[in-house]
């Protein structure tokens, strides 16, 4: 579930704190062209933040597949009122990582294992050209970036947390996606692992594949940081094949 107060002290930031009021009425001629321009920025910040929280949650599991969500609900619990809040949830949907069911609130996704596998195969199929392209010409800033979440997985894995090695995971693979030179590739992959993030580290993930995970991120840095483009690129496929045969076994499992 949804923590109460983890998402209501993160809606601050600094010592600056969103203050929600009371959304007045529009004519319906009024577009939004003519409103304040503060007024409008300010709700793409409200609706920005909603979005963030609200991916978070569900990319790590805090909302569970399947699990109805009620804008009322979200916008007390992140102290957001509902307009940013419905807006964030239909770019969620557009996303895959939330879904409307006719006749029933919005829900978290649940695909099911052949969609999983689908997004897999994509992830497989851009991904390593993510490595490659990020390869080529590496800037020493995202390398140490992808070093640092580095030792957190290690840190993270030798410890058993996984909600810590989950987040290292996640920022590792935004980083290298941001590296990118062709950002709409980079954009793809990210939201094609949203996809399934929240699946790919659960309670079925053994110790000892956490820890072969972390290998396998190492490996990809490893051909980043010595320039080699192909050998990055194997190393991610490598990643993504690991990945595929790990999610199958636990899903016949289940």
């Known amino acids: 579930m949804l923590d109460d107060n983890l998402y209501t ?12 009021t ?3 009425a529009v004519s319906h001629r009024e577009s939004a062209k ?25 990319r ?3 909302l569970q597949p399947g699990q109805a969500l009620s804008e009322t609900y979200l916008s007390k619990i992140l ?5 940013p809040i419905r807006e964030a949830i239909q770019q969620l949907v557009a996303e895959g990582l939330l879904e409307t069911i006719p006749g ?21 199929l851009l991904e390593p050209e993510v490595a490659r392209l990020v390869a080529e010409s590496p800037a020493p800033e995202i390398i140490a970036e992808l070093n640092e979440r580095l030792a957190k997985m290690h840190a993270a894995a030798v410890q058993g ?5 989950s987040r290292a ?7 290298l996606a941001n590296a990118c030179p062709n950002p709409l590739l980079g954009e793809l992959t990210l939201q094609m692992r949203n996809r399934t993030h929240g699946l790919s580290v659960g309670a079925q993930t053994t110790a000892a594949r956490i820890l072969d995970c972390t290998m396998e991120h190492q490996r990809v840095v490893d051909a980043i940081v010595t320039q080699q483009p192909q050998a990055a690129e194997q190393a991610m496929r490598d990643h993504i094949q690991e990945l595929r045969a790990s999610m199958f076994r636990r899903l016949m499992r289940s």
């Open 169 to 175: 995971d996640t920022e590792w693979h935004e980083i």
């Open 9 to 20: 002290s993160n809606i601050s930031t600094g010592h600056t704190h969103y203050t929600v």
């Open 22 to 24: 009371p959304r007045m």
């Open 161 to 165: 947390d996984r909600a810590a090695w």
């Open 60 to 62: 790590h599991q805090e």
């Open 79 to 83: 102290g957001i009122s509902r307009t």
């Open 34 to 58: 003519d409103k304040p321009l503060a007024t409008r920025s300010r709700s793409g910040r409200l609706r920005d933040t909603a979005y963030e929280r609200l991916k978070d949650a569900v």
């Open 104 to 124: 029933r609130a919005v829900t978290v996704a649940a695909p099911s294992a052949q969609a999983v596998l689908n997004v897999i195969h994509i992830r497989s």
